[in-house]
Nanobody, 124 residues
Framework: QVQLVESGGGLVQAGRSLRLSCAASGSIFSINTMGWYRQAPGSQRELVATVTSAGNTSYRHSVKGRFTISRENAKNTAYLQMNSLKPEDTAVYYC??????????????????WGQGTQVTVSS
């Protein structure tokens, strides 16, 4: 069974930094794109950043120049380095990954997997 586990959230003052981690585990054959989404209270979940297996990245406009997404393929882990945080970055951050897995000797997927979310709160 495949799982994504996020860590690294917390409460910080505006202008400070946080680093989120997302570790995938289970019978993983391969991971395509990994991404970070966020959802603020009363708002829809929005895409923050993505990174492909080749290392190509993309960001939503409001975080460009402040956030950096990266991954370690050997560890099945993605990171989100968040600098110069603003109160409007406050949200629950979710990791997402497109994963192909081995199930009873067969390859299945890729399927979309989500982590449980980690709270990021930025105070002014």
């Amino acid at each position: 069974q495949v799982q994504l586990v996020e860590s690294g959230g917390g409460l910080v003052q505006a202008g400070r930094s946080l680093r989120l981690s997302c570790a995938a585990s289970g019978s993983i054959f391969s991971i395509n794109t990994m991404g970070w989404y966020r959802q603020a209270p009363g708002s829809q979940r929005e895409l923050v950043a993505t990174v492909t297996s080749a290392g190509n990245t993309s960001y939503r406009h409001s975080v460009k120049g402040r956030f950096t997404i990266s991954r370690e393929n050997a560890k099945n882990t993605a990171y989100l380095q968040m600098n110069s945080l603003k109160p409007e970055d406050t949200a629950v951050y979710y990791c997402n990954a497109q994963i192909s897995a081995e199930v009873r000797g067969s390859l299945v997927g890729p399927y979309n997997y989500w982590g449980q979310g980690t709270q990021v709160t930025v105070s002014s």
